[in-house]
């Protein structure tokens, strides 16, 4: 898995998602490639000023301002790469995806594309999907909360959320599943110590054993009280369909104000 890939249909979401993905870029050293879901039009001319010390310029384009704030980076720089999505339908943006073993999808809140149905991309694609709220702020990722099912929690995406940022904690908030029997406390600490922590490489792991049933209340507490950089579920299981129904979302909802990292089923 190399680049982190930024959905771009030309809004303003777009853009502030773009400084977000290029400072997470940053962050686990991949580059950024920006997929031009809108046809990309020739650069359009402003002007600067007025009267007779007015200026014709030509509109910066998204990887324009991108490469503007990567200079004033120091460290690594991520290469920013663009394509042009707009002329494939739904299958090929699903298969060009796909083949470019992507790290990371990001997508800001609200985005649409025009002749194929992102929700359905998503469905089909191999990678994780970060969506993003529309008013998040660019800020380092330091504290993951993973809802899951402990019986069910995958180790693999526990070591992949290692990867977001050095010094980041991922806390299991285990909370049971619809129609299953509640764990035993003790019960669910040695699940945690013996067969999962043991397992997961890099990363500070804690565990919390959530009782809250209502998942929105359960989420608003993981944001407000256990300060929550990050929300991760799974594409249709369990806690993703209480948050979000039978399908990946195209916006986050307004109660929750963190980004959601979503990983295939």
């Known amino acids: 898995m190399t680049d982190i890939l930024l959905i771009n249909d030309g809004s303003p979401q777009s853009f502030h998602a773009a400084e977000y993905a290029l400072a997470l870029a940053k962050s686990v050293k991949r580059n950024l490639l920006l997929a031009n879901i809108v046809p990309t ?3 359009v001319k402003i002007t600067i000023g007025a009267g007779a010390g007015f200026i014709e310029a030509e509109e910066q384009s998204l990887a324009d301002k991108l490469h503007i704030i990567n200079d004033s980076y120091d460290g690594f720089h991520p290469a920013i ?20 073993q992507l790290f990371l999808i990001i997508l800001a809140s609200g985005q649409q ?7 359905s991309v998503f469905s089909r694609v191999y990678c994780p999907l970060l969506l993003l709220p529309s008013d998040i702020a660019t800020k ?13 929690c995958q180790v693999p995406v526990l070591n992949y959320l ?14 049971c599943a619809q129609g299953l029997p509640e764990l035993d406390g003790q019960y669910a600490e ?6 999962v922590s043991p397992n997961v490489k890099g990363s500070t792991l804690y565990f919390s054993h959530i009782r809250e049933k209502d998942i929105n209340k359960a989420v608003d507490t993981m944001i407000h009280g256990m300060h929550a950089d990050l929300l991760v579920c799974q594409n249709r299981w369990f806690h993703f369909k209480q948050l979000f129904g039978e399908s ?3 916006k986050v909802p307004d109660h ?6 979503i990983f295939p089923s």
Do not use: W
């Open 140 to 152: 380092p990722i330091e504290r993951i909360m993973y809802l899951t099912d402990l019986r069910f």
């Open 113 to 119: 594309a025009k002749g194929f149905n992102l929700q």
């Open 256 to 261: 929750i104000s963190v980004p959601v990292l």
């Open 162 to 175: 290692g990867k977001l940022g050095y010094g980041n904690s991922i806390n299991i908030a285990h909370i």
């Open 81 to 100: 790469k663009n394509c042009n999505l707009s002329h494939l339908n739904e299958k090929e943006v699903v298969s060009f995806i796909n083949q470019q």
């Open 248 to 250: 990946i979302p195209v």
């Open 41 to 43: 039009h020739q650069p």
């Open 190 to 195: 040695d699940i945690f110590s013996k067969s």
